[in-house]
């Protein structure tokens, strides 16, 4: 079960990823005018006047706004044993 936090940090990136689905599909479909909707879930991000903001630059402000929610997975890398060749090891 997740506690109130994890859940929180849950809903908040899957807002952000809400609009910036919506952002993406404007620009892929080389769209310059922004819907409303889109526009006033921008301005709840505290962004002001999004419509006077293109959308290529709106993506990347909803995604800098994205990177603290994103968990960072430190991979560890464990040393492998190196073999020994067979002329090494005396074994011909």
Known sequence: MLN???SER??????LDDILESLEQLNL??????????A???VMLGIESPHGIAIP?????????????LITIVVERRRRR?????????LT
């Open 57 to 69: 630059q709106l993506i990347e402000r909803v995604w800098a706004m994205q990177q603290p929610y």
């Open 10 to 15: 849950r809903g908040g990136l899957r807002r």
């Open 82 to 90: 190196r073999r020994k060749l067979q002329a090494d090891s005396g």
């Open 40 to 42: 006033e879930a921008l």
């Open 4 to 6: 109130r936090g994890e």
């Open 29 to 38: 479909h080389d769209k310059t005018e922004l819907p409303d909707h889109v």
